[in-house]
């Protein structure tokens, strides 16, 4: 066995495992431990720093890797066929929530009626208020997500979600409907924040996974735009009440399948259950070498940390703060159209109600017409990549190129239909608008959400949680302020002032090309892994805090940058069970340029207390 050799996962003293192995020849060290015996290599894989025991090999084998890596649990492992029926069953849920959301559109003529109100503002707050709740749901339920697992959450979630809306279609009154709506929309808001952390759970191969959130963000656009049909058909038959029902209808056929067919896919909760699986006899001691998760830790200390995090990301990340203005102000546009449809269709082209709900449908024709574009732009990136281009090792240029094309379709659409919205025009040219404006905020969306998966990856839900909350905070707001818009600058004048802020943020993905890879080396987030939630840099799936033991937490400089981190927040006792008088973690030495940096080793002594003293192997520092 190589000197240099160190298990993975408990990181016990080489000596130490091959005891155990001689007392028990022939099985293996653990489940998640039947490594070769080779040195040590960090792999910076997107999810912080990934001990790997093996060179980079093109075809590795059974042997090259950990069991975890192997094993048909974990859901990178998964077949073909369960990864799309959880991403098809993850879609739905996206689509009741976004379909709740603009489910008053055309019926709001029909409640305001009903209940008495004149105001343009307040009939725009059934909208508003749902989506005030996608500004502080995701805030809680991303990384919560992250904290207890996906699958628990999302049922809670989407069943509390379920009641609302039934309590709006049962409102007695305004104040009542608009109370509705906002918890509606707060339960509402996990699918946003959830399932982006799903997929990022099983697609970790870029190109997948950017195919996968590309339906994901149809299944985003589709719901807003089947909503004002079912709204305009029920209002103008059956009673506005009617939409809220068949909404209720939808989501409950969605709740079922929810739970008989979404798993868990979140890392460190499916290596829990393994480890609570174990035999009693035998193994049962070497369990304390499992990742040390407690996914129910509800602590006030780990809560507040997991809880500021997308905040934190937002203000201390420029890439997710200038992804999230693009997405806010795309995001909002998309719902003004809410308001400015009916005023171009039925105000000024006297369309019934249930023909001006199909007028939505253009902007999901463009959603769709988007798909072959993601497929033909993944073969593009594949083939170069094969070639070896360097380009497509680049996240920036693998995702952003989508960005630049969607962000002026985006803004084109709104000049379309701004000035084309005049009575002596046909109705047919405002309405194809839709659908340049249907596929660039498609383009936009799906890029920046793929690109913030893959600069954040581990973090993904938080990240995405910090988008949902700042788009919704716009789409609240300007709604609001959008029938002021109308009435003082025209209809061509308010979308050509939203067309002009919508060019200007076509700049931000040219920003990102050139400086995107100095910003997420720079990134607090992608250097290390939040040292407060326990979790040591290189694998965030693997290791986590143990509740209530000490932290140690030390940055040294060893031969460049070594981040060295806390011993007893990794690992307490060996693969026997006991605690280690002497642990053999390994540091990651960062080299520039380098994708992989062969580790240097140092000594961990721990005293009764169980704070610990660090001697660094300079010999071993110097000849690396």
Excluded at 131 to 158: C, D, I, K, N
Excluded at 213 to 233: K, R, W, Y
Excluded at 479 to 500: K, T, Y
């Amino acid at each position: 066995m190589p000197e240099d050799y160190v298990c993975p996962l408990c990181m016990i003293d080489p000596k130490a495992k091959m005891d155990l192995a001689i007392q028990d020849e022939g099985a293996l060290h653990h489940k998640t431990h039947s490594v070769t015996a080779q040195p040590m290599y960090a792999k910076d894989s997107g999810f912080g720093i990934i001990h790997d025991s093996r060179p980079e090999s093109k075809n590795p084998t059974a042997r090259d890797v950990p069991a975890w890596e192997l094993d048909a649990e974990n859901p990178y492992n998964w077949p073909a066929w369960k990864k799309g029926l959880v991403l098809f069953i993850s879609a739905l849920a996206v689509f009741n929530s976004t379909m709740g959301s603009a489910i008053p559109s055309i019926a709001i003529t029909s409640i305001a009626s009903e209940f008495g109100i004149d105001s343009a503002v307040q009939k725009a707050l059934p909208i508003s208020l749902f989506l005030l709740g996608y500004v502080f749901g995701p805030l809680v339920w991303g990384p919560l997500s992250e904290h207890m697992g996906r699958r628990q959450l999302t049922l809670a979630t989407f069943a509390l979600f379920m009641l609302f809306t039934m309590a709006c279609a049962m409102a007695p009154a305004w104040w009542a409907l608009l109370v509705f709506r906002t918890l509606a929309g707060i339960f509402g808001s996990s699918p946003f924040a959830v399932v982006a952390g799903i997929l990022a759970d099983m697609f970790g191969e870029p190109r997948t996974r950017g195919r996968a959130f590309a339906l994901f963000t149809t299944a985003i656009t589709f719901g807003p735009c089947l909503a004002p049909i079912v709204s305009a058909l029920a209002s103008s038959t059956i009673g506005w009440r009617w939409a809220f029902w068949v909404a209720l209808i939808v989501a409950g056929i969605t709740l079922w399948a929810l739970y008989f067919l979404l798993p868990e896919t979140l890392g460190h909760v499916l290596l829990a259950r393994s480890r609570r699986r174990m035999p009693p006899n035998g193994a049962a001691d070497m369990t304390d070498a499992l990742p040390r998760h407690d996914p129910v830790n509800a602590s006030p200390s780990v809560l507040a940390v997991v809880l500021s995090r997308p905040l934190r990301m937002l203000v201390c990340e420029p890439i997710v703060s200038a992804s999230c203005a693009h997405l806010a102000l795309s995001y909002a546009i998309f719902y003004v159209s809410f308001q400015a449809f009916p005023l171009v269709f039925q105000g000024l082209h006297g369309l019934p109600p249930g023909v001006a709900g199909l007028c939505f449908l253009p902007i999901g024709v463009g959603a769709c017409l988007t798909l072959p574009v993601f497929w033909y732009w993944d073969v593009v990136v594949v083939r170069a990549r094969t070639r070896g281009a360097p380009w497509a090792e680049s996240d920036e240029y693998r995702r952003l190129p989508l960005v630049v094309l969607g962000g002026p379709l985006f803004a084109l659409s709104l000049f379309w239909f701004g000035f084309s919205a005049r009575r002596p025009v046909h109705f047919v040219v405002p309405l194809l608008a839709g659908v340049p404006f249907g596929a660039g905020f498609v383009f936009i969306y799906t890029a920046l959400v793929n690109y913030l998966t893959d600069a954040y990856h581990v973090f993904a839900a938080s990240a995405h949680a910090a988008a949902s909350c700042s788009r919704s905070l716009f789409a609240v707001l300007l709604p609001l302020v959008s029938p002021l818009l109308f009435s003082r600058l025209g209809i061509s004048g308010a979308c050509a002032l939203l067309g002009g802020l919508s060019t200007v943020m076509c700049l931000i993905p040219f920003v990102f090309i050139y400086k995107g890879p100095v910003l997420r080396r720079r990134s607090r987030f992608r250097r290390r892994l939040d040292p407060a939630d326990g979790v040591p840099v290189f694998d965030q799936r693997l290791y986590s805090q143990e509740p209530g033991r000490p932290r140690y937490d030390k940055e040294a400089e060893v031969a460049g940058t070594v981040k060295a981190w806390g011993a007893e927040n990794i690992l307490g006792r060996g693969c026997d069970g006991k605690r280690q008088g002497s642990l053999t973690p390994t540091l990651q030495l960062r080299q520039s340029g380098s994708t992989y940096a062969k580790t240097t080793q140092m000594e961990m002594k721990f005293t009764e207390l169980g704070h610990s003293r660090v001697r660094e192997d300079s010999n071993q520092a110097g000849k690396d």
